[in-house]
């Protein structure tokens, strides 16, 4: 009786487990754990603190969980301990797990991918790598020691990641060689490597981290391989000679800053890039050509601002959004052409640059957004093409040298501060339009589009062409409509007349300085 009542409590509570869910976090006899979202154990902390001898094995599972990866202070300030035997299972060992030990041994971490230096810090093992001005653990490079390296130096075969900061800061390497299986380059691997000029991506590299790069200011060229598929935040700030970047197909995305102040020329960006992060190549003060292909969903903010140099802006047709500045001071740019497919503008994408003085907005811009133009300094004589619906707050604001704008009736909202800030300037328009309101309503000169005199071909401004047109219209070869006609006729009297032409002439080459007789 008593064997069939311990028989059926054994059942009873062996039930009770199995409907228990197994916890995340566990106390095991030497180990606190936790469970990653993939099933396998993290260890947090040794718990047999007292007694854990020289020597330290690592066990490949915990309740049936995989041992991947060691946590921050694991094993920190077992002061005993000098060798520790990981299985093949653990890839990452984090933060300070091993720091202010004995250890001068590890067996077993072939399989290890992401460790720092801190992991070892105030060891013997650390030490002895020091010695030798290189530290290798498992499959990643952690360190390299400055005083103990030559101009150049060659990664060895079996490395999978350039670890953080590993080359970082040092002031005499010139060339570095990658091999082949390299996979990652970690946050500020090569940061501020003042004399680095020759490095070459293997293929197969999938991600350059945040910083990379940054500061190399003797690096020439790199060559981003199609493998690779992230570049991190500043992974190439201001590496100032940084003329030649070679983008493959491949890379979907740029990250912020991360070509920030190179010193680029000539930029083509891949089609599979679908998304260009703010400030990645502000400042680059060389460029001159920007080729971007495919479809580009998101260009940042500020993304090419302030790259002095640029003329010539080639964007497909699927941009969808540009955030604010994208364009800003870049004085050598003379159009809007670039943006004419763009869905959605953000403010400023042109403010501070050097259109002008005589420029045209497009009529694909339907709406022209916050500060679009703002501090525009060169901007006299703008004309809004007809088809332009709005024009936002502060437009043109701080743009001090407009003396004319030309305003469509198509534009139906002027926004009340969309010239705050510039000098006294004169609105041309139809009778009865939003712009006839908003100069009456801003105390600005209004002149009926079709009461003006010389300006035959309808462009705002008086040239040759206009008294050729007129000389046209004289002698038949050219019918002008009503407004071109009463622009034509300099004198009034009905009649375009050589005499009306050569008025024309005369005030367009600067003879004469008015036209209204």
């Known amino acids: 009786m008593k064997r069939i009542i311990s028989l059926l409590l054994t059942f ?19 180990y606190t754990y936790e469970v990653d979202g993939s099933g396998n154990a993290v260890l947090l902390r040794f718990t047999n603190r007292d007694n854990c001898g020289s020597e330290i094995t690592v066990p490949s599972e915990i309740d049936g969980h995989p041992v991947t990866a060691i946590a921050s202070g694991c094993f920190f300030g077992l002061y005993e301990l000098e060798k520790l035997n990981l299985p093949q299972s653990v890839v990452s060992i984090e933060g300070n797990a091993l720091a202010y030990t004995k250890l001068k041994s590890v067996t077993g971490c072939e399989s290890v991918l992401n460790v720092t230096e801190e992991c070892f810090k105030n060891t013997p093992l650390l030490s002895a790598a020091k010695e030798q ?17 030559e101009e150049e130096y060659t990664v060895k075969d079996g490395t999978e990641k350039i670890g953080y900061r590993a080359f970082a800061c040092n002031s005499t390497l010139k060339k570095v060689a990658l091999p082949d299986g390299l996979k990652y380059i970690d946050d ?67 990250s ?94 042109f403010s501070s640059c050097s259109f002008g003085p005589y420029f045209v907005i497009k009529n694909y811009m339907k709406n022209i957004p916050e500060r679009t133009f703002g501090s525009c300094e060169n901007l006299k004589y703008v004309v809004i093409e007809d088809g332009v619906e709005s024009i936002g707050i502060h437009a043109f604001a701080d743009s001090k040298n407009i003396e004319y ?74 019918i002008l409509d009503k407004r071109a006609f009463n622009a034509a006729d300099i004198n009034n009297d009905g009649e375009i007349t050589v005499s009306d032409a050569l008025y024309i002439l005369q005030y367009a080459v600067g003879l004469r300085q008015t036209l209204y007789i």
């Open 133 to 149: 001005g290189e530290f290798y653990f498992g499959k990643c490079l952690v360190a390299t020691y400055a005083e103990k390296l």
């Open 12 to 30: 009873c509570l062996l039930a009770t487990m199995m409907c228990l869910e197994i916890p995340s976090y566990a106390d095991t006899s030497e």
């Open 405 to 478: 704008v030309a305003i469509p009736a198509s534009v139906t909202d002027i926004d009340p501060e969309a010239f705050a800030d510039t000098s006294d300037f004169f609105i041309i328009g139809e009778k009865g339009s939003m712009a006839e309101s908003f100069a009456k309503k801003n105390q600005l000169l209004f002149m009926d589009v079709n009461d003006i005199k010389g300006d035959v071909d309808g462009d705002y401004l008086i040239s040759v062409s206009d008294a050729l047109y007129a000389l046209q219209a004289q002698v038949g070869t050219r």
């Open 188 to 254: 500020s691997a090569f940061f501020s490597m003042e004399a680095l000029s020759d490095i070459t991506l293997p293929d197969g590299v999938e991600s350059i981290g945040y910083s990379a790069f940054l500061g190399c200011s003797s690096l020439e060229k790199i060559n981003i391989p199609s493998s690779v598929r992230f570049i991190g935040p500043a992974a190439f700030f201001e590496c100032y000679n940084l003329n030649t970047i070679t983008l493959a197909e491949g890379i979907t995305e740029i």
């Open 256 to 349: 912020p800053e991360s070509f920030e102040k190179c010193g680029v020329k000539d930029l083509t960006i891949p089609s599979s890039v679908k998304r260009i992060g703010h400030h990645a190549f502000f400042g680059c003060d060389q460029l001159e050509k920007l080729n971007v292909l495919g479809e580009v969903d998101f260009i940042g903010y500020g993304a090419f601002s302030c790259c002095m140099q640029l003329k010539e802006v080639s964007l497909p047709n699927g941009v969808k959004e540009l955030e604010g500045g994208t364009f800003a001071s870049c004085p050598l740019l003379k159009d809007t052409d670039m943006v004419k497919n763009v869905e959605k503008m953000g403010d400023g994408v």
